[in-house]
């Protein structure tokens, strides 16, 4: 409780802001369209800018600590619960991946055209307060409930505002999911137990467990609760189905931040809590980790190679990626795991890039049927710069985010003898992503426009992205940029926290920082101070 | 004025016993004050102040059994040679019931717009009868006093439940729940002669001449555990108490009387009825039947798993959503007995995590039941889920309360049901009831299923053409406020659990 400080509080009003205008908008069904986007906006932008400012006030020597700590009671102080707040190296980046993805999704949003836009907006506000109170809970507890409270906007949402088969959909994604965490929250309450630690907070468990670690065995079976319940909730293979259909018919805001922010609670969840806490576990299911990684990579990879859905496609891609994190995360090391996370954000901000776009594109073709399209770029040429941007991302490019996550988990996997084999199927899947992108980029905005298709082009009907779609693609885009060129900026405090988690008596992790981190982006660095 | 009231009434129970119980008598007093008020008033008032009557009565009886001291004491005491015996427990679950009788009541106000025709005061006066004996019920120390309590409540509730007698689903109702309940009363009775002969018995040690005192048996029992007597009596009884509680095998009445009983009865039954029953099985397990935990414990887990099971699996299929509520309720009573278990393996906080799982459960169930009762149409017993669809549209605050409810039932959070399964599932980690907790999560994962259909029909059907059920809702803002407070409480005990003081 000692080290409370002002900054702590700007974590509570990132939570809290959007969960108030949401209320707000909950009952705003006669405001006018400019309050409801103004109050809309208001919730937007705090995450966003409080994530900036706590950014720049984070202290990265704090390593095995949080920053911004805060410490309140709400009843379950019995059971050792406290609302307990605070960012490291780890949790930072998605913090901020929250807050940004969020206000792209929420600027989408205002400007769209959904029915009961008061209530769409409104969700999604609470959606958007769920996440950053995930990433900025300390305490297991309220990691997991955060998450549930974000889950459900994503169900409502989807069944009120979602496209054919919505209510299907809605409900098969709900009872995995709840599937997914009960499960994960059995693993939490059974680390609670196990570790007589007397806590639910990640600091005290991480200071028990390190000073007595549990027996192997409650340690695989703790491991095995987390890793299936989590991996239900990031849609490992092959407890996937849910989530292509999901995104599928799922509307804009929902898929944007449930792909891109909500998604990653699992793994995040793995890499913060499963990895450090109960290392021999890791090591049991290692092998079990690394078969159903690659069975989302290769298996789900051809699978969206085969489909015709542009929407499916994007579902099905963001399930093969998940793929590559869950690989690094398998290393158990530092840098497998800092290629995890960088993964993870790069990912976030492309695949909700593309989810945008889709349905920019759906809005000008009036289908999702690859085949049906063709020649969009010729009217549209931002819109196809933006897409192709988000897919050369998602492929994995150089100079976007997800090339560094990609290529860190690379590294990571060819430096034990155990793991180099995996590099090969792992690059072949490289290929395969290359594939479907770049055929989804031909297939929309390049060739013969086909059939109905072509009338509208020729009629003129078609504009390129308006101000509305360019903003909040601009900024994702920027954002994956950046990681691209400085990965340095979450990096180094990540690697920090890693290296103190993940503790390694190899003798070659200088070798694999300095790949890491290239020369080239050190000099960027020496120019920037 | 209050003050002095308080001071009286203080100076009168540091004196006498009868203090202790003087919220039942209240209770008692009102009800037989609302039968002559039925006589004294004109017909034309009578709609208009009994129920007003009997709701501002509860209130106060609430106030008093809170406020006043001697009637609201927290430490363990023993009144009447052993027949009654109050701590904090006793005293929480006085405040349920009281809570749940003036909802009922409440919602009896609202049941009875639609059924004009049917007689209105005997309903309160049977609730507020009901409420002072289950108060009482949990309070026992005594098996006699156990069976005269219980039998209090169930003979009112026969009558509650056959109440709408134009009504055959309810006629049919009333004549199974009479039958059943006959039939539990009988096995339970059977339990208690047989120890009380056992326990009576002179050759064996500790044997007593009260042996139907808890404490006394609870004397006996130990020392006897192994006696075949003793566990058949302690399973007729624990049989007798889970009728009650709707446990699988004995759940067999609860679709079929949830359905044909008024609404507001239904509500009745599936809040207090099983919490009193739950109450009581505590005290049992805790008391007289502590000794027989090796004996108890698998059967009771066997019947929570059982519980479990088979209200989720049975839910799915439903369309009626009374039969529906029934159905999952036996789920929640499998939850629940999950903390029973619990308890009897040594976890001692988990009695508190029932009590605060029953309040949760107390604050949804009767704000679905409210959006039950106003939504019914003319045949209170057919409500269909389909009567639902598009629900949230036409009725956009009734569509929050009942999505606030359902979600409350399910277990999600922010609202207060996730917090009290939290509860119950630490605990029973504590006690490592590894294989009842896989079993809860699978149960959990299905209720998901049709509570969020449900959810989905009033929220996600498309706006249809066909009028199905325009009983038009017509709530007045006394219905809003009370409805809109159980959600608001529900979603407060979720954010903040600190809001309902039970587990310090």
């Known amino acids: 409780m000692g080290n409370l400080d002002t900054n702590s509080l700007f974590l509570l009003v990132a939570i809290l802001a959007p969960l108030v205008a949401g209320t707000v908008l909950l009952f705003g069904a006669r405001f006018s369209q400019t309050t409801i986007r103004a109050v809309a906006a208001f919730g937007f932008a705090w995450p966003l800018i409080i994530g900036l400012l706590l950014y720049s006030l984070f202290e990265p020597s704090l390593v095995g600590e949080y920053n911004f700590e805060l410490r309140l009671p709400t009843g379950l102080e019995s059971i050792g619960i406290y609302l307990h707040l605070g960012l490291n190296g780890i949790s930072m980046p998605l913090f901020l991946l929250a807050g940004t993805v969020g206000l792209a999704a929420g600027l989408y949003a205002m400007y769209s055209n959904a029915d009961r836009p008061h209530l769409y907006l409104a969700l999604l506000l609470f959606m958007l307060g769920g996440l950053m109170g995930t990433f900025a809970s300390v305490d297991v507890f309220f990691f997991y409930f955060f998450h549930e409270f974000a889950l459900i906007p994503t169900f409502l949402m989807i069944g009120m505002w979602g496209g054919a088969g919505r209510r299907g959909a809605a409900i098969e994604m709900t009872v995995y999911l709840t599937l997914g965490a009960l499960l994960s929250l059995l693993g939490l309450i059974a680390l609670y137990v196990q570790s007589g630690a007397d806590s639910f907070s990640l600091v005290e468990l991480r200071n028990y467990l390190s000073a007595q670690p549990l027996s192997e065995t409650v340690q695989n079976n703790i491991f095995a609760l987390l890793l299936f319940g989590f991996g239900i909730l990031v849609s490992l293979f092959p407890f996937h189905s849910w989530a292509p259909k999901g995104y599928a018919v799922a509307p804009t805001g929902a898929a944007m931040l449930h792909a891109g922010v909500l998604k990653k609670f699992g793994l995040y969840g793995l890499l913060q809590i499963a990895g450090p806490l109960l290392p021999a576990g890791g090591e049991h299911w290692f092998s079990w980790i690394v078969w159903l990684a690659l069975g989302n990579i290769l298996f789900i990879g051809l699978v969206t190679m085969a489909q015709k859905d542009l929407k499916m496609m994007l579902g099905y891609s963001s399930v093969m990626h998940m793929g590559y994190a869950f690989l690094g995360l398998a290393c158990f090391s530092v840098v497998g795991a800092g290629g995890a996370l960088l993964l993870m954000v790069a990912h976030g901000l492309s695949v909700a890039l593309l989810f945008m776009l889709s349905t920019c594109i759906y809005h000008r073709s009036q289908t999702f049927d690859l085949s049906a399209m063709g020649g969009l770029a010729s009217k549209a040429p931002a819109l196809a710069a933006c897409f192709v941007a988000g897919s050369m991302a998602s492929i994995g490019l150089p100079g976007f985010g997800n090339f560094w996550g990609e290529f860190t988990i690379f590294a990571a996997l060819a430096e034990t003898e155990l793991t180099r084999w995996i590099v090969v199927p792992a690059a072949i899947g490289i290929i395969i992503s290359a594939i479907y992108g770049l055929r989804a980029v031909a297939n929309i905005f390049f060739g013969q426009p086909k059939g109905d298709f072509a009338d509208r082009l020729e009629s003129g009907q078609i504009t390129d992205l308006q101000g509305f779609e360019k903003l909040p693609a601009g900024i994702l885009i920027a954002g994956l940029v950046l990681i691209g060129i400085f990965p340095r900026i979450f990096s180094d405090d990540a690697n920090r926290e890693l290296v103190e988690m993940y503790p390694q008596e190899q003798s070659n992790l200088p070798v694999i920082h300095s790949a890491v981190l290239p020369t080239q982006v050190d000099a960027h660095k020496e120019v920037t101070h | ?504």
């Open chain 2, 1 to 504: 004025m209050n003050e002095l009231l308080i001071e009286f009434l203080s100076g009168f129970t540091a004196t006498n016993e009868w203090a202790a119980i003087l919220p039942e008598i209240l209770l008692g007093v009102l009800a037989l004050g609302l039968l002559g008020a039925e006589m004294a008033l004109p017909r034309s008032q009578q709609t208009r102040w009994i129920p007003r009557l009997a709701v501002w009565g509860q209130v106060i009886v609430l106030v008093l059994a809170f406020t006043c001291a001697g009637c609201c004491s927290f430490d363990q005491r023993e009144y009447f040679s052993g027949l009654i015996a109050q701590n904090d427990v006793t005293q929480l679950m006085r405040g349920f019931f009281l809570l749940s009788s003036l909802a009922v009541c409440y919602l009896g106000k609202v049941y009875f717009v639609r059924q004009s025709a049917l007689p209105k005061t005997e309903f309160y006066a049977l609730v507020l009868i009901i409420s002072a004996a289950m108060m009482l019920l949990v309070q026992s120390a005594h098996f006699v006093m156990l069976f005269v309590a219980l039998e209090t409540v169930t003979v009112a509730f026969y009558v509650l439940v056959a109440y709408n007698r134009r009504s055959q689903f309810s006629l049919e109702a009333g004549l199974k729940y009479l039958i059943l309940g006959a039939l539990s009363s009988g096995i339970l009775l059977f339990g208690i002669v047989l120890l009380y002969g056992i326990a009576g018995s002179p050759e064996l040690v500790a044997s007593s001449h009260d042996s139907l005192n808890y404490t006394q048996l609870m004397h006996f029992v130990i020392p006897n555990m192994d006696n075949l007597i003793v566990k058949i009596g302690a399973l007729l009884v624990i049989a007798g108490v889970c009728f009650k509680i709707g446990a699988v095998p004995f759940q067999i009445w609860v679709p079929d009387v949830y359905q044909g009983a008024p609404t507001p009865v239904t509500a009745y039954l599936a809040v207090a009825s099983k919490a009193a029953g739950f109450i009581v099985l505590i005290q049992l397990v805790s008391g007289p039947f502590f000794g027989l935990q090796d004996f108890l414990v698998p059967v009771l887990s066997v019947i929570a798993a059982a519980t479990i099971l088979f209200g989720n699996i049975a839910a799915v299929t439903q369309r009626n959503v009374k039969r529906l509520m029934g159905l999952s309720g036996i789920a929640h009573a499998g939850y629940l007995l999950l903390g029973v278990v619990a308890l009897m393996r040594g976890v001692d906080w988990a009695v508190y995590a029932v009590i605060f799982y029953l309040f949760t459960y107390l604050l949804a169930s009767f704000a679905v039941f409210g959006v039950m009762s106003l939504s019914a149409a003319a045949d209170d017993a057919i409500q269909e889920l389909d009567h639902y669809q598009n629900f949230a549209r036409k009725h956009p605050f009734l569509g929050g309360v009942l999505a606030c409810g359902l979600g409350s039932l399910a277990g999600i959070p922010p609202l207060g049901g996730f917090i009290g399964k939290l509860f119950l599932f630490v605990a029973a980690f504590q006690a490592s009831l590894y294989g009842l907790l896989i079993i809860a999560v699978i149960g959990v994962v299905i209720s998901i299923y049709y509570y969020f259909g449900w959810i989905r029909e009033s929220y996600f059907s498309a706006p249809s053409t066909e009028v199905v059920n325009e009983a038009a809702c017509p709530s007045t803002a006394g219905d809003r406020f009370l409805l809109g407070a159980f959600t608001v409480a529900s979603v407060v005990v979720g954010l903040l659990p600190a809001a309902l003081p039970i587990i310090r």
